[in-house]
């Protein structure tokens, strides 16, 4: 008999479309494209504030109250998500994914690749960003 091959969630959510792994270029332009599109930075508060990408929002994966905050945005509009090195940031994904997000866009690699690029990160003392926090 043939042997079931397990998936786990990450990989099922990278193989149904809904989950989009993108670069920094791309980020680039879906927000060009749509400047309202969501930023979101899954990270801790306290990572978030030392450093994050313009415009980025914070809802840290982490959080107990992940779900009932992220559900806040639009589930049938796209999202752009990130992190550190993209393991929490797929680990969102896949929630959301769950709860009924329908186009969710992971920036691979993070605010790593994003930094590596040659492209600025601010921190929330520098009052240039108006970030909110979903709450």
């Not at 969501?38 to 982490?62: G, K, Q």
């Not at 992971?106 to 690029?117: I, M």
Request: charged content about 30%; proline content about 6%; hydrophobic content about 40%.
């Amino acid at each position: 008999p043939a042997i079931a091959k397990k998936t786990d969630p990450l990989t099922a959510g990278l193989l149904d479309k809904s989950i989009i792994r993108i670069w920094p270029a791309e980020l680039d332009s879906l927000r060009k494209a749509d400047p309202n599109i969501p930023l979101i930075d899954v990270r801790t508060d306290i990572e978030f504030n030392y450093m994050h990408i313009l415009r980025a929002m914070n809802c840290a994966v982490s959080d107990p109250d992940f779900e009932q905050r992220i559900v806040k945005l639009d589930r049938e509009m796209p999202v752009i998500i990130y992190d550190d090195q993209s393991q929490r940031s797929l680990e969102a994904a896949v929630k959301m994914r769950a709860l009924g997000f329908k186009r969710i866009y992971e920036l691979s690699g993070g605010v790593f690749t994003w930094a590596r690029d040659g492209r600025v990160m601010i921190s929330t003392e520098s009052k240039a960003d108006p970030a909110t926090i979903l709450r």
